[in-house]
């Protein structure tokens, strides 16, 4: 029998293969979507080794996208769906933005700003606040990470090598 996907999952899973994008491309796997009234309206995923810049962040070239796609900085009534927690940076961007929501997969115990290190999204001091879904096809987006970190270090233990 088939599973039936929940929304959250259909369009984690489309983060999910951006995020095995990126890693192909040798970049931390983190994917991002932005769906606006049912529809995906922008996409992300990290790359900021090959755009060698510390703001090419899967969430902001998303929220950029859809910035153009909706013809607004403000892109109330959006969710985001990202593989892994929002750092300081990002979050703070979808905040500016005024997204409704954001859905995460996995949680960033070392730079997250959902909840793990600081909650901007949900901070009462800030005229928005998001609301935040936690650990949507959470081992999925784990895994990802956990293999992609191992697969780094053995290529960097073997770089030291030689």
């Known amino acids: 029998m088939k599973q039936v996907l929940t929304d959250d999952e259909k369009y984690m899973k489309m983060a999910i293969k951006l995020a095995k994008k990126a890693a192909d491309m040798g970049e931390v796997p983190i994917g991002c979507v932005i769906v606006y ?71 960033n115990a070392k730079a997250g700003c959902a909840g793990s290190v600081l909650n901007i999204l949900e901070h009462e001091g800030f005229n928005h606040q998001a609301v935040v879904e936690r650990g949507v096809l959470e081992e999925e987006c784990s895994i990802l990470l956990k293999e992609f970190f191992s697969n780094l270090r053995k290529r960097l233990k073997v770089k030291t090598q030689d």
């Open 37 to 107: 009234e049912g529809k995906v309206i922008a996409r992300g995923y990290n790359r900021r080794t090959m755009d060698k810049s510390t703001l090419s962040h899967a969430e902001i070239l998303a929220i950029k996208k859809a910035s153009k796609v909706v013809g607004d900085w403000r892109l109330e009534g959006c969710t985001m769906y990202v593989t892994l927690e929002p750092c300081q940076m990002c979050a703070g961007a979808i905040i500016q933005a005024r997204m409704d929501k954001v859905v995460i997969g996995c949680m």
